[in-house]
């Protein structure tokens, strides 16, 4: 990678950079370009030009060096000089920044052609600098920058020419001064600036710049030219207006007249040099048209005079053509040029062919929206109009011109501001054209001509699209305002689409009428007779509505207009849109309504009320004056006649006519008329059923719109001004709400529009108090109607409770079939008028049942989905009657929110909550019928929402809280509230109302916490939310329910829950904050409860009991107290300090006097089995100073009291029942405790116990064995304690055993596993002949099976259980400390071998039965095999314990129990048994460890993977000649058990969970097969096949797998992040577990720990899996590598692999080649560990050969690289096969890279030996199964490998030689 030696001397001669060059440049060369030319133009330096006086001789070095960098092509270089040489400049004094002027002029012109802006910009900068530095000294210099200075402040680029003009302005601070600069240097500029338009493309820089760069500098500097040529004449020429001339010419006005000179001269030779810029005119460049219009308009807006007659055509041409510029951004200087060159040369029009040069580009122009430039162009038209010679313009172009302008709409849609543009453009065009028609014609037609443009343009083409974009395009929303003061009423409000509702293809009908009424009001001030035109046209479209039969939507257009001349016309005070427009129209219009039933002709009277005043338009209509008499009387006798009568379509608009023509000054005698002509009170109080129907609908709609008219008016001006009482509506209202049948929708219609509430801002009612409460007590007595027809009984209760008051309890409800439309009727009102029962608060009771009822109802709705049965036709029938009702119901009761409640008083809010709880306390209760889990999650959400919403504070919800838990019946069944004590009599815990209730108080606890539902914590305002208990109220201690605790822990379990699950850990939260007393309180309950009832408790005494496992206890208030006990002490909020305590306090109750308390003696072995630990000091922890504390403990005392009292007893053989012998050992037992982990694995005692308590126990177990040779005693519980005692003699006082001793305990444990063995023997007999003799009928089989299992005597397995345990122990004692052997020898070795064997062999016996049972079940279906494997649970432990003991087994132990298996006869024998077992449903962890190890390892390893393995290998032996060696997996194959995993791996197994059964049974499997391969020797046969089989047939999905355990982000993305990630636990569990399975050639590591299967443990067994796979199987996962196509993951693979698998495999690959023995004169062998290299030589004779094998990072995922480096004597052909063959050895080479080489080795030997090779694979020895070439064609007779020959045949399909194409 170095370079050669000769470069680094070439370097030292040569430049390496541009700044390098510029430094070897000779001194006196300056940075000129070629021949001193900077474009076309000659530099003339002040500099002197000859060598002695170089320009660079006196200026400062540094200076210097940047001004020769100046001259580089590298813009970086440029910028980086510049900003030097500004920093030197701002150091440098004024002299010496001066001599650099003449070289800095020089640079500065190139760099102003610079192509980077940046340059430019710099540049500019630097030129400030140097202006502030030197100052005046700049002015002998002014020659050489002015030209370049002026045009540099027109650049393109904005910042380049405000750099430009704050340099020439920091020269020039004045303008006076800056003008006076530009004529002075006038003649300078103006050649500069010619020079530049000669200028092309080619001479701006060297052939090296590129030729778009150089377009594009040359655009650049022509149009930036122009626009200084422009701007330089105005200043010059607009200077002439200012400066008036004097009598004394002073210098200044000397300079002027010489530079105007200069100007013209210039101009005129400009004009004729470039043809008057046609050419730059017609430039593709925008900028350079943009500029040249400029130009051209500077000169005819300054010098015209220099423009000659003769050229005026083709300039003319040019100019009044221009309207075919396309480019918007030239429009605005063509614009300014078109109206000059026209105003200044009116006779140029003639010179032109007007229709085609102009009118013709002006149309398409127009047409075409102006191309982009509508806001520029549109506004200018007018001008361009006023400019335009009369004599060349007629009518007919002006219509063209406005149907031109209006067919380029279309393009200014999607802009508002184009719109107006455009919109603005046509009025002022169009009011010009009128106005000065007299132009163009005579003074007969002038009128002719104005209609005509009315008629063609206004009418036909304005108006029209304003119908049509206003009608159909959006709807107005109509509402009402009160005004407080104002003349008007009511006004309608028009919702205006925004400007973002207008489309893209759409007129905003605002603008368009806008401009319509501008020209109106134009035409109206012009000619009134054109202004009837257009109100004739208006009229008659207006009328022609109504003669549609749909013209709903088309009345919207003259809504609109009427709402655009309100804006803009009556607000500047004109009258015309009434007396000349809108006023005939609508007294034409008004004798429609009375014919036509047309909403939309009120609707446009509504509009114009609102528009013009109800006065004003009444005045119209009616042909009145406007006095106030004639107003009523028109009102009365037309107005309320027309509006209130029954019309279906325009009812709803002519009362919006109605209110609107409501006036300020008559509105009480106008509402009166109103009430009175639809209100007959003879007719309403003689009989409310005679009120005219649709008078009650019209009243109803006219009330609703009076309270929106009210409501709004109240919020726009914060009063309403009007009042709308009146005594006819309380009379029609109380006569509404009581007549049934009712009128329909109308009656709730008027009573809520009356009564208001609808929300909680209307709060005016219409009616009198009185009034009210007549109407609410009317509809609580509707709802009250309603309970009595619910089918729940504690529905119906509730009537009694509502109906309890004097107000109700005379009533009677109306019939059946009424009940449900009038409860309909009164939710509906109230939903109406919820918030109007706040008006009415003093009236309690009735509030009270309102709401009461309401929430009821929408609890017994609810109710009806929890059914469990579903409702029956009946009921369905009738809730589908009722659905509506309860919607309405649950709106209401959604309404209730705890603002509304605030608002009632305390009384009403507490008898409502009352209500409430007790209400959800009977639905809790209910029947059977439910869906309990919905109904108790129900009725927690409805207790939640009546505490958050009726309650105000914490005393309050405590108080509620007591309430809902009160005494009744059936609750509580255990501790009532005001004994805090259990009851004495018998009780059932699971009474069904009971564990419903409690399960209520438990969703009640976990929604809202312990502390509001148990400990009843009040909290104080200021204290903090972490520690509610801090600081503690007296209200606290009043509201604490210890009791509450207690009943729910004896309860135990319940709907949905349990107390480990679900109470249990909220309360040891609560308790852990330091309530002791709360705490304290519960267990005195408990235990006193425990003392009075006794037990009989089911526990296991021989281990501290697990909370799981406390179910055996009987007694609920003995389990409720353990289960407390052991929390407590396990999450360390008691410690021994209480537990000694309590333990003394039990101690104290023991005894009554000198006799036994059997209670007390009953409960205590339960809380010794938790005190115990506490009490005592851990096994083997103990030191002599806490041995000396123990000794004088109370509970060494009591142990040793209680051993005693048993050896009191006689021994267990002659035990009776009824004794209490039993408690006595139970206590004994529970004070030598086991340690056993969850697996059942390292058992050892528990605690430590004194000398005299390990010599009185083994008394106890003696004392038992010398009464052992009487008759035995099978009384169950004889032998349970007898096991007991035995498994603790053994674990506490083995020491003391002697050889008896051994033969007693060894005997029992034995007897007792064998009983068990007896029993599982049976059982697998019965399943293998159930299974077997009904295989058809599943369901028949299913049955029996689990009859089966229901008949196995699970008390066998109990002392079985005891009896492995000690087992167990008894083996563990076998590897502890010598000083002890004795104890064990004693036995003798040979003996002790035997009688371990024979229990070993029980438990294996064990194992099988449970394996060959799921085995046979399995056979049946999955659903057998799931009942045996679920039996297994019930008994976890025992079968833990005998998977322990398996592992441990003898191999001679295994082998018999094998034997004895087989010759069962069952279906199923042991092997295939084990499979069953290592892959069942339900794994129990060690069992499945077991049965693993045992597949593992021999004996069952040898028949265990290979169906037929000796046949086979016999069979390949024997053919191996003259057959195609066709596949290794035709000749090898593995058992169906674990080939079906291997081969048949589920299609959607990458989609299942992470920890599915059948992924880890894939892994699993996996697992066993690479633990059995890496156990043959790498050069086995046997491995070879089952290698070569996953090479063919295993499926490498497994890898998939195996990756997506092993999270692999930490691998993606840059080095960077990965540094920055923590490495996931994942990963590194898999990391090092592959690490590890490399090391050790195991996996089993993984496998132990494997189960319960977690994420963390799979990654682990995932990365074994691997790690192993990469070990044995290098060539299947490299060739898994080579097809994963996401690279992302490929990489994230390597870097995983590279970090955690290559490194120990390169090195343990590399250490095998260097132990392996290549014995071998011709060969050798050289290992470089560092470089990771092996270099293997070959020499023969006078031949040889060097071959490198180098092992890549990511070996050996990546291929191993092999080089030949040297060979000597060996053909290149030779050399290259042999290369090839030795990268097909390593390639394919699924074992050790040692074996690739000497198979490679072996092959050269063959070949040298005169052995041809293969010409397939170029190779003598096969690399996979090692045969030399045999079969030869008869043709060319060349020998092939049989493999390589089937291989060809089957890829090619043909038969023929792969070398002459012969028939094989």
Sequence with gaps: MGRGKGEAARAKSRPSSSSMAASLLPSGATAVGFGGYIGSSRVDSSLPSTPEASPFLEIDGEVALHLKRLSRKDPITKLKALTSLSQLIKQKPAKEVTIIIPQWAFEYKKLLLDYNREVRRATHDTMTNIVTAIGRELAPHMKLLMGPWWFSQFDSVYEVSQAAKRSFQSAFPAKERRVDALMIYAIEIFTYIEENLKLTPQSLSDKATASDELEEMHQQVISSSLRALAAILDAFFSLRSERSGSENVSDDSKHAVKARTAAVSTAEKLLSTHKYFINFLKSQSVAIRSAAYSVVGSFVKNIPHVISKGDMKELAVAILGSFQEKNPGCHSSMWETLLLFSKRFPDSWTMVNLHKTVLGRLWNFLRNGCFGSQQLSYPALVLFLETMPSKVISGEIFLEFFESLWEGRKFSYSSHADQLAFFCAIEECFIWCLANVSRYCDEDTIYDSQRSLVDKILIRLLWPEFILSASSKYEDTFSFHAFGQSKKIIEPTLEEPSETAITKHSVDYRNLGKCIIRILSGIHQLNYDLFLVFSMKFKTDYLDL?????????????????????????????????????????????????????????????????????????????????????????????????????????????????????????????????????????????????????????????????REMTWKSIHQFGSCKYDWHHELLDLVSAHVVQVFPRFGEPDTQLLCALLGGRSEDDKISFLSEKTIVLIFEELLRRLMSIFACSTFAWVQDKVALFARGESYSSKRFESSNNIQDGAHFAIDILNGSTFCLHTIEAENELIQGILSAVIIIDWEFNCMNFLKDGLNNEQMRQLEARVTFFKAVHAFHCKLSEQFLKCFGTNIRRSLRITLVQSVKCIACEDDRFDLENLISACCQWTIDVLELFCQDQEEEQQLMDQFLSRTESWPLCIPPEMMGARLENISLHGPNNTKFVALINKLISKIGFDRVVAGVIKPESASGDNPLMNLTISQIHYSRPWLAAEIMCTWKWLGGDVLHSFLPSFLSYVKKGDAAFLNSILNILLDGALVRGANAGLNFLWHATLDELDAIESPFLRALTCLLSAIFQENVWGSEEANSLFILLLDKLYIGDTANSNCLSVLPCIMNVLVRPLSTGFGDCTNDQCDTYSQSELHHATLDWLKKALSFPPLNTWQTGEDMEDWLNLVVSCFPLEVSKSMQDIKPERFISPTERTTLYELLRKQRQASSAIVNKLPVVQKLLSELSVISIAYCWEEFDDDDWKFVLHQLRFWIEAAVVMMEEFVENVNDTLKNEPDDVNVSLSKLRDIIELSDPFNMELARNGLIGFSLFCSLGFQAKEHAENLNSLGNEKWVIISDRIFEGILRLFFCTAVAEAIASSCCHEASSIIASSRLNHHEFWELVGSCVVLSSLHARDKAMKSIEIWGLSKGAVSSLFTLLFSCKPLSLLQLAAFALLSTDPVAQSAFSCDNDGMLDHSSSNNSDSFDTSSAEKFKLREEISHKLEKVPLNVLEMDLVAHERVNLLVAWSLLLSHTVSLPSSSKERERITQYVQDSADSIILDCLFQHIPLEHYMGTSSRKKDMELPSEVAAAGNAATRAITTRSLLFSVEVLWPVGPEKLASLSGAVLGLMLYSLPAYVRGWFSDVRDRSALSAIESFTKAWCSPVLISNELSQIKKASFADDNFSISVSKSANEVVATYTKDETGMDLVIRLPPSYPLRLVDVESTKSLGISEVKQRKWLMSLMAFVRIQNGALAEAIRSWKSSFDREFEGVEDCPICYSVIHSVNHSLPRLACKTCKHKFHSACLYKWFSTSHKSTCPLCQSPF
């Design 546 to 706: 109504f003669q549609q039969t749909e013209h709903s939507q088309n009345v919207q257009w003259v809504v609109r207009f009427l709402s655009l001349l309100d804006k803009h016309a009556l607000l500047k005070g004109e009258t015309w849109p009434l007396l000349n427009l809108m006023g005939p129209t609508l007294k034409k219009s008004f004798p429609l309504i009375e014919t036509l039933d047309s909403p939309d002709a009120v609707r446009v009277i509504v509009v114009s009320v609102a528009t013009f005043g109800a006065r004003k338009i009444m005045q119209e209509l009616m042909s009145i004056d406007s006095g106030t008499e004639q107003f009523l009387k028109s009102f009365n006798e037309v107005i309320i006649p027309l509006c209130l009568r029954h019309c279906i379509a325009s009812m709803t608009a002519r009362l919006d006519l109605l209110l609107a023509l409501l006036d300020d000054q008559c509105f009480p005698e106008q509402w009166d008329a109103i009430i009175r002509y639809l209100v007959n009170r003879e007719k309403v109080s003689f009989d409310p059923k005679n009120m005219d129907r649709n008078k009650i609908f019209i009243l109803a709609t006219l009330m609703e719109k009076v």
